[in-house]
């Protein structure tokens, strides 16, 4: 099967798993167009928001599945996944709430997803590598 990339994620990001990459690409492709969204003049939406955190849910499954079919340890990686979701839900909660704006809601999942690619699923794509290898 292709995934094909379309250049928005990071090559520093890849972790070279087709079917991950692509949908950390379509995370990020998400996060652009809600940042784009929100700067406009009217308010904004918080279903797409709440569309990013279900993509990302889904995404999170989608590694764990790999995992699970390559026999590759998942438990601290899901920790990390839940603990992501909740913060992500309490941070979007806080933004319905008006207790936060959305660009800083957009900025911290950003971040997050940056990070999380770099010192988590960098390693743990070369575990599953070593497994398909």
Do not use: C
Not at 65 to 87: I, K, P, W, Y
Not at 112 to 117: L, N, P, S
């Amino acid at each position: 099967m292709e995934y094909p990339l379309t250049g928005l994620l990071p090559t520093a990001l890849l972790i070279d798993l087709p079917e991950i990459d692509v949908q950390h690409e379509e995370i990020f492709r998400r996060i652009e167009t809600l940042k784009n969204s929100s700067f406009g003049s009217g308010p904004v939406s918080l279903d797409e928001f709440h569309s990013l955190l279900d993509y990302l849910e889904w995404h999170f499954a989608s590694e764990e599945r790999l995992a699970r079919q390559l026999g590759v340890d998942f438990a601290d990686h899901t920790s990390a996944h839940d603990e992501n979701l909740r913060m992500l839900r309490k941070g979007l909660a806080a933004v319905h709430d008006g207790l936060q704006d959305v660009h800083s809601f957009l900025r911290y999942a950003e971040y997050w997803f940056e990070r999380h690619i770099t010192d988590e699923d960098k390693p743990f794509a070369a575990r599953l590598r070593e497994r398909i290898a």
